[in-house]
């Protein structure tokens, strides 16, 4: 089941919002350090103080920050603490989560504690974005008046590097320039010799970083060592902590202090930057491949010096970034729909890795989560692509081109697109469904549609179809195998596998007849008028018949040969999007008009074999409203859901 949360599927109607904030969110995840599906570092609990944070499959990778306000010391990030030192929890009074920000506000013992984590996620910046570094800021001020002496703590597990807590680490301390650096990583090294889902990296390292400054301490411990000073946070030097032999497998920790005083009137502000360098990222077909940033030789030191340098800029950009798209989410679908798509800005991103081709051509990778962990999954791409489309185009070609040069390569032998490379992080041709030697359970009306209707999308957002040169005989291949089968598909699945191998299925047939109009308009821009327009008349002339087959009445059907059931119809959203008018627009009013009728508190079901639904379809199909309040009527519960 593809589980990603995608939803970046612009309404193209706009509603009359001006400067208003997104509503209020408690996430069922909240994204803290959210750069791949490695360096992914959540807070599964209302309060940062509930639990031990967390990577997204639920492993602890805990980060810790202890606070000294006049010499007591409290807890603002992490779970109670083991042994005879519990620390109470400085209250948090607020969260906040932006595109590229998230935000934590404490206050108790006179101060108000300020923390973010600052990911500088910038989509038109390839070289910003493929940077696996978040920083993390201390804003420190006095609220009762009064000066305060307060000491910051911070510190990270070596489960941020290893798969298992039992597998064991080692810290180092050193100096880049003028920033002070503490590094941690697994003592047995094993660069992609794994592969699957619920996996931790197990090689590479991670980095604290911090400019050097009176006050900073940085420190290499273990749990066992950190409960020696936790209740007074008075540092020692490591040598003299009493460290357990390798074998207790205690699980090491880089830590960094900062020792200050608050004035009634002057706020402080500290910052240190948490930071992943992998080596190597994705295993493509057999070579290994370095993350973007690495590309032209930079290695962990340039990148935290560059990050150092880069930090106020950044910050700055990062600021009006959100703003601005902040406001446009608003105005597209309203404050719930905002609050959605903000969160999903962070999961998208998360969910994929930039890595380089030996030539620094950017590559993509997709990676399914609490699924099979299959890479560049291409009806996983296809819900992720408005999101690139409207941010970064270069970044959805960078998705495509791995799954085209696959298929160009002779490894895959079908007349129909690929399904996967893979499974992560291992990119070696395709495991879905046993591989390129099986057809039985392939997707070939699904993947094929939606390379060729993504590829259509890019030339209407590039304004050329030159990206699609190279690929022209196996989109040619794919149309003609859709012309031949995407009427009325065979018993096959969709990327709603899940719900099992259905024939005759309308949805899947919408995407199939939407792909061939995408490759009309391809072969068009390409100066090939003879199948430009054989492909539009037929495109035009199987919507005609759709239309026919499928209509139930009040509704249309989730199969041809199915009277009484239905489905939503989100594959229409492209007809919209790309222009084409293959489908009258009363086929959409109809559809929302029944929705709205067998919606459920969440959201409208899939369709009517069970009750669940997915958000990322669920979007797309409140994008097929012509108005905001029926927009809202389908979108909305998904908010609901999110929210509860």
């Known amino acids: 089941m593809k589980r990603i949360c995608l939803i970046a599927c612009l309404a193209t109607w706009a509603v009359s919002l001006h400067a208003q904030a997104i509503a209020p969110m408690r996430p069922p995840a909240t994204p803290l350090v959210a750069h791949d599906p490695y360096f992914s570092i959540w807070s599964m609990s209302d309060r940062l103080t509930d639990q031990p944070t967390k990577h997204w499959t639920g492993s602890d990778q805990a980060m810790t920050g202890l606070v000294r306000i006049d010499g007591s010391v409290f807890r ?45 996620a910038l989509p038109h910046n390839l070289d910003v974005l493929s940077r696996p570094l978040t920083y993390v800021t201390f804003d420190v001020r006095s609220l009762d008046g009064r000066p305060h002496q307060v000491k910051l703590y911070y510190d990270c597990a070596s489960t941020l590097a290893v798969n298992t807590a039992s597998q064991p680490a080692m810290w180092s301390r050193h100096s880049v320039g003028d920033l002070s650096v503490i590094r941690l990583g697994g003592l047995d090294q094993k660069p992609l010799t794994q592969s699957g889902d619920d996996l931790r990296i197990e090689w590479g390292y991670v980095y604290l970083a911090a400019p050097r400054v009176q006050g900073l301490e940085t420190l290499g411990t273990t749990v066992r060592g950190r409960g020696l000073y936790a209740a007074t946070l008075k540092l020692p030097e490591s040598h003299d902590l009493d460290l357990p032999s390798q074998r207790n497998r205690d699980l090491s920790l880089a830590a960094m202090a900062f020792e200050f005083e608050v004035s009634a009137t002057a706020p402080v502000s500290k910052w240190l930057m948490l930071a992943y360098d992998d080596l190597y990222s994705i295993q493509y077909f057999q070579r290994n491949l370095r993350p973007y940033w690495r590309r032209n030789g930079m290695g962990a030191e340039e990148l935290l010096k560059a990050a150092e340098h880069d930090y106020e800029s950044l910050k700055e950009q990062s600021v009006n970034f959100d703003r601005e798209l902040t406001q446009d989410l608003i105005h597209a679908g309203g404050p719930k729909y905002a609050s959605l798509a903000v969160l999903a800005y962070r999961e998208t991103l998360a969910a994929h890795k930039l890595a380089a081709d030996i030539d620094g051509t950017p590559l993509y990778f997709p990676k399914e989560n609490f699924s099979n962990g299959c890479i560049s999954t291409v009806d996983v791409i296809y819900p992720s692509a408005p999101f690139f489309l409207l941010l970064s185009p270069e970044l959805l070609k960078a998705q495509l081109r791995p799954v085209l040069d696959y298929a160009k390569s002779g490894r895959w032998p079908w007349p129909y697109a690929p399904h996967d490379l893979g499974q992560y992080p291992l990119a070696n041709g395709q495991v879905y469904g046993g591989g390129e030697e099986s057809e039985a359970n392939q997707m070939p009306v699904e ?104 209509d139930d009445g009040g509704h249309y059907r989730l199969a041809f040969d199915k009277p009484g059931t239905w489905s939503q119809k989100y594959n229409l959203v492209w007809d919209k999007l790309l222009g084409f008018g293959l489908f009258p627009p009363e086929l959409a009013r109809k559809e929302i008009a029944f929705y709205k009728t067998v919606q459920k508190p969440f959201g409208v079901p899939l369709d009517n074999r069970a009750e669940y639904t997915k958000l990322d379809w669920l979007i797309w199909t409140a994008t097929l409203a012509d108005n905001p309040s029926d927009f809202a009527a389908i979108a909305e519960p998904a908010y609901k859901f999110a929210n509860e």
């Open 447 to 550: 993947e094929s549609g939606n390379v060729l209707i993504l590829m259509a999308a890019l030339a209407k957002v590039e304004g050329n179809a030159e990206f699609a040169k190279p690929y022209w005989p196996q989109l040619t291949r794919w149309a003609a195998y859709l012309a031949e089968k995407g009427l009325d598909p065979e018993n096959q699945l969709s990327t709603d596998d899940f719900a099992g191998h259905l024939a005759h299925n309308t949805n899947l047939s919408i995407k199939a007849i939407i792909g061939l109009a995408g490759y009309a308009k391809l072969a068009d821009d390409l100066k090939d008028r003879a199948a430009a327009d054989k492909y539009r008349k037929l495109a035009k002339q199987l919507a005609g018949k759709w239309t026919e087959m499928a």
């Open 76 to 120: 603002f990030m992490g779970g109670p603490m083991r042994g005879n030192n519990p620390l109470s929890a400085l209250p948090q009074v607020s969260r906040e989560v932006t595109p590229t920000r998230t935000m934590y506000g404490f206050e108790g013992e006179g101060i108000r504690l300020d923390l973010t984590f600052l990911t500088p």
